[in-house]
């Protein structure tokens, strides 16, 4: 494993590391890496000069979220390596992994543009390396496969990863601890970097590294939203204006009870009732609207966890906080109306939408 960075952090650091491990201004665009030993012969050749590596792992259908994990991990690395997979083996066997959005022109566009933007940066690291591997690459041995217990060799976080999105989706944590081992055994980087919005998926990568001793810091970056409130995610392609007004309702609910907390509720039932009232009352209107002006959901949980195990509180510790988590699903639309402003699949395929808001210990 590379040698890791002395403890300095943040802007002021910059010109630290600048003096320690030279400059990535001058580096080409980044490189796109289909196969694994011309990565590894690329990533040892930083090690040799003394170089780390940030790696944002993706499966593409880039967004602003992605995009800034890739400028934390410029802040932080002389070298940001992003990964572009669509990974089969965390899709369910009815899940939408066909209909997955595949946006690599765009992807790629994106990141030239943001590396440009580095290249500008005083002291910022740039991109450096795509990794855009085939499923053969991946999974060398047999094919993927999706099914419990399934053929293959796979890495299981339990019980973490059998909880709450878990729970609804059962290989989806094994098929991504699974992916990231490969990751981060392919990449050796310094860091990694992860969003809160999957904030499950954060405690399962910590997990992970924690309990295969994997020499990498996991770092994560706050959740980005759009102006509505909505978390950014690849799937809200899928939702045209009516559906994506309804989905609000998400951070909508999570903050009524973010109120409670706040204002010294620690119980379950006094932090979450109105979490639970809000979704109601807004499923209950769209059920009163006629077919083709309403847009109905599914919640599926709403959770106060706790913030390591994710495993559910009766009462919050102030010392050490929780987590509120939520999830649904935006049904298809019933009927649209003329000229109306739809998402890729025209509003048919239904959207799993989930979101989170960290409960800070109070004490």
Known sequence: MATKLPQIRGIASLSIRRRLYGTAQTAPSPQIFRDVPPLRTYRRSLLLSKRTVGLVPTMGALHDGHLSLARLAAAENTDVFISVYI???????????????????????ALKNLDAELAATPGAGRISAVFAPTTKTMYPTLPPDSSLPGKGSFVTITPLANLLEGASRPVFFRGVATVCMKLFNICTPERVYFG????????????????????????????????????MSSRNVYLGTRRREVARVLSQALRRAEAQYLAGKRTRGDILWPATAH????????????PGARAKFEVDYISLADPE????VEVVDPARGAILSTAMKMLPLEEVAEGEQLGVGKDEIAVRLIDNIILEPAE
């Open 87 to 109: 990974n089969p083996t965390q899709f369910g066997l009815n899940e939408d992994l066909s209909s997955y959005p595949k946006t690599w022109e765009a992807d790629l566009a």
């Open 309 to 312: 195990t994710m495993e559910e």
């Open 196 to 231: 809160q919005k999957d904030v499950q998926q954060t405690a399962v990568i910590r997990r992970l590294a924690k309990d295969f001793h994997v020499d990498t810091t996991v770092r994560i970056g706050p959740t980005q939203r759009e102006e509505s409130g909505l978390a």
């Open 279 to 290: 979704a109601d009352e807004v499923a209950a209107a769209q059920e009163e609207l006629e």
